[in-house]
C-alpha cells in the first residue's frame, strides 16, 4: 500500500493493519499535554511495532490480557507486583539510569526497592543497628564527599537492610524489632560516616505470584545478591539512591532486577582482631544538580 493511501486512511479513521499507529494517534485531541501526546503516540508505536513483529496470536493476546490482570490482583499496601514486573524487565533500572546521569567519579544510583521506610531513627556515629542479635557482625565505614574530594557536612545517610535470613523487618513486623537494621547517621565536618550492622545476605524476591511464573518460565533465578541500602541526603547535592554489594556474591552478574552496577562492588573484609567479624570500606561522592553527564 502506498504512503498516500496508508494516510488516507489514517485521515478517514478507519483501521488497517497497515495503519494501525496513524489511525490510533489521529484520534488524539488536538490540546492534549504535549509531554502526554509524546509519550502516548510512542508508546502505541512501540506496542504495535511489538505486536507485528512477533504477529502476536489471540491467544498469546489474552494470555497477557490475564497475566497483567493478575499481576493488578497481587498488589497490596505491602506488595507491589507491578514494579517487581518493571524491575525483573530492566525498565526500572533503564529508567532510574536515564534520570540519574551523573558525571565520572560520582558514586551511581541504583533502583531504590520497595523496603525503605520513612522516618528511620536518628543515631550517633558508630551505632548498631542490628537488633535481633542475628547474623555476622560488620563495621560500614567511610565518607561523604563531593567531586573534588571535599568532605560534605551535614549529609543525612539513610540505610537500611535485610536481616541474616534474608527479611526486611517490614516482611517480618511480629518477628523482627521494629527499625531492625535500619537507622540515620548524620556526617560531622569530616564528612565521615560509621556504624555496625551484619554482613547482608542474598534473598530471592517473593516469586509465589505471576512475575515469580514468568521467571520460571524463562529459565531464571529470582535472587538479589546480597547488599546495604543507603540513601544520601545533603543541602546543595543531587540525592544519591544506591546500594553496596557484597564481593564475590554468586548473583553479582545475574541480579534478578539488574540493580548491580561495578562501581557498587564493594570489599568486605575479615577482621581477624576488633569488634566485628568483617569490615567494609565505601565513600560516597555526590554531584551538585548542575553537574550531570
Given at each position: 500500500m ?26 488524539m ?5 504535549p ?28 494470555f ?13 499496601q ?5 514494579i ?24 551511581e544510583n541504583?533502583v ?29 565505614i ?29 516482611q ?6 521494629k ?15 560509621s556504624?555496625?550492622?551484619?554482613k ?19 529459565g ?23 546500594h ?23 570489599p ?16 560516597f561522592v ?8
Amino acid at each position: 500500500m502506498s504512503e498516500e493511501a496508508r494516510s488516507g486512511m489514517a485521515a478517514t479513521g478507519y483501521f488497517a493493519e497497515e495503519n494501525s499507529v496513524e489511525t490510533v494517534n489521529a484520534r488524539m485531541g488536538k490540546d492534549v499535554d504535549p509531554r502526554l501526546a509524546k509519550v502516548m503516540a510512542s508508546l502505541v508505536k512501540h506496542l504495535h511495532s511489538f505486536a507485528g513483529e512477533v504477529e502476536l496470536t489471540q491467544e498469546e493476546w489474552e494470555f497477557g490480557i490475564a497475566f497483567l490482570t493478575r499481576t493488578g490482583q497481587m498488589c497490596t499496601q505491602e506488595r507491589q507486583e507491578l514494579i517487581l514486573l518493571s524491575d525483573t524487565l530492566g525498565l526500572s533500572m533503564l529508567t532510574d539510569a536515564i534520570n540519574n546521569r551523573r558525571p565520572d567519579g560520582a558514586t551511581e544510583n541504583t533502583v531504590f526497592g520497595p523496603f525503605h521506610v520513612e522516618g528511620g531513627p536518628v543515631r550517633q556515629m558508630g551505632d548498631e543497628i542490628c537488633l535481633d542479635g542475628k547474623g555476622e557482625s560488620c563495621l560500614f565505614i567511610g565518607r561523604v564527599l563531593d567531586l573534588e574530594g571535599k568532605p560534605i557536612e551535614g549529609a543525612k545517610i539513610d540505610v537500611w537492610s535485610d536481616n541474616a535470613e534474608g527479611y526486611y523487618d517490614v516482611q517480618q513486623p511480629d518477628i523482627q524489632p521494629k527499625w531492625n537494621n535500619r537507622g540515620v547517621f548524620i556526617t560531622g565536618s569530616d564528612g565521615e560516616y560509621s556504624f555496625i550492622g551484619i554482613k547482608p545476605v542474598s534473598y530471592p524476591i517473593p516469586d509465589d505470584g505471576p512475575v515469580g511464573e514468568m521467571l520460571a518460565h524463562l529459565g531464571r533465578h529470582p535472587y538479589r545478591p546480597a547488599h546495604m541500602h543507603y540513601m544520601v541526603r545533603a543541602e546543595g547535592f543531587q540525592k544519591l539512591v544506591t546500594h553496596t554489594f557484597v564481593g564475590g556474591d554468586p548473583y553479582l552478574e545475574s541480579d534478578t532486577v539488574f540493580g548491580v552496577k561495578k562501581s557498587l562492588v564493594a570489599p568486605f573484609q575479615r577482621v581477624e582482631q576488633g569488634d566485628t567479624l568483617w569490615r567494609s570500606d565505601f565513600d560516597f561522592v555526590l554531584a551538585r544538580p548542575d553537574q550531570t553527564r
